[in-house]
């Protein structure tokens, strides 16, 4: 029985494969870090978060990809995964910010449910070219990795949000009344 | 994923209430729980009386751990505990829907209303699971950050006096003011 609490949430299930984490990456929305498996409101995530990537080699680069397994509802992920943002080239020691932004951050803005927003780092061998996806929905991790030769994950945490207000729950009219 | 649930227990359930008649028999439990934690290949086992069984574990994954492909290595006594745990609580309610299913073949219209029912319920443990999940995440990462931060806190605390020892070594040095002659003339 893991402890992991990527496993436990099912992020390595629904996004990526186990993996032996070899890197550490901080998200910090509004100067805040977050916590692995914490909830954030949308209005606190609103924009991009700064993606500390610690260490001492600053030739080393990586890749982040920010993605939504849950979309449009986690009971019925149709459009698994929907891709929020995608930064190449970030040298270790920086930031996302000093690296180069494929795909643009879009604010997450879950209607139904409560969702799990991922970040997964990849460790790029050399400084590569990577092609912007022509959507963000049905983006698929695993098959990103592949096509680029990225090799398994080195870092990912994720954390969980729903609508502002609460209730991400059921809200439509049951057809049947049972009860 | 969830379309195989669906396929155990909607079509598997159907099989099973025309092969056998509703009775409380302890063996529907032990092919119910062998559904619930997914073991298709292997044969249920033929006499495991419900209390032979180890005593539910409580895990954040009861209804979804047979179903998890993640540890290859974990699957038997993953699927064990995971069915050990569903079972008393999942026997329960599904014996109540399978009682159900006799009366709701009788008309289509209540049919249909059983039919939803089911998937209502279905939907209702998969996101229960998925709350047990996520409640469980944020506290295994909590009980991580605690012990490393008390880790480094045991650290920082050895580095800080050994540096104070080595400050207070080195202090009784210079502590009056001397003339000395520094001009050039």
Redesign the interface.
Known sequence: ??????????V??DVLD?FIRSAFLRVIYNNREV????ELKPSAVVHQPRVDIPGRDMRTLYTLVMVDPDAPS??NPTKREHLHWLVTDIPETTNSGFGNEIVGYESPRPTAG?HRFVFVLFRQEVRQIIDKPGWRQNFNTRDFAALYNLGPPVAAMYF?CQRENGCGGRRYIR??G?K | MEEVWKDISLSTLHQDLEAKPTSTNPFRGIVLQDLLAGDFNEPPPVSAPLNDLPLPRFTGLSLNSGRLMVHPNSSNSNTNGGASSAGPFAYCSKKRALERQPEASFGHGHGNGADRRKKRMIKNRESAARSRARKQAYTYELQREVARLLDENRKLKRTFEELRLAMEAQVPAKRTLQRTSTAPF
């Open positions: 029985m893991s402890r992991d609490p990527l496993v436990v949430g099912r390595v299930g186990p916590t692995n498996g914490s986690p009971t409560i969980n057809l049947t049972s």
